[in-house]
């Protein structure tokens, strides 16, 4: 049986998650031990938009003052045709 090889992203996130949380822990900055949620969503923009992706991370906090991460999450889904399954969907901790 074939098996189809992580994609250079997936691979990237993987190391990403693993690293941070084990920062996290190390550090004990949680007062839990810290461990990501399965899953994870990446999306791209061209060269010619980067300067437009700079500005919405520096307008982030104001931004998600009157949208919520989730609710622009799911419309970035919608928007760009991602099928995905609500079970996966980021929750909000309580």
């Not at 189809?4 to 949380?21: G, M, N, Q, T, Y």
């Amino acid at each position: 049986m074939a098996y189809a090889r992580p994609s250079p992203i997936a691979e990237l996130i993987k190391e990403v998650k693993e690293d941070s949380s084990g920062w996290i822990n190390e550090n004990r900055l949680v007062r839990h031990h810290f461990k990501w949620q399965e899953g994870y969503g990446a999306f791209s923009h061209s060269k010619s938009q980067v300067q437009r992706v700079i500005r919405y991370i520096q307008e982030q906090e104001t931004h998600h003052a009157k949208v919520s991460f989730l609710e622009e999450y799911v419309d970035m889904l919608k928007k760009f045709g991602v099928e995905y399954d609500e079970r996966y969907i980021f929750r909000v901790l309580e």
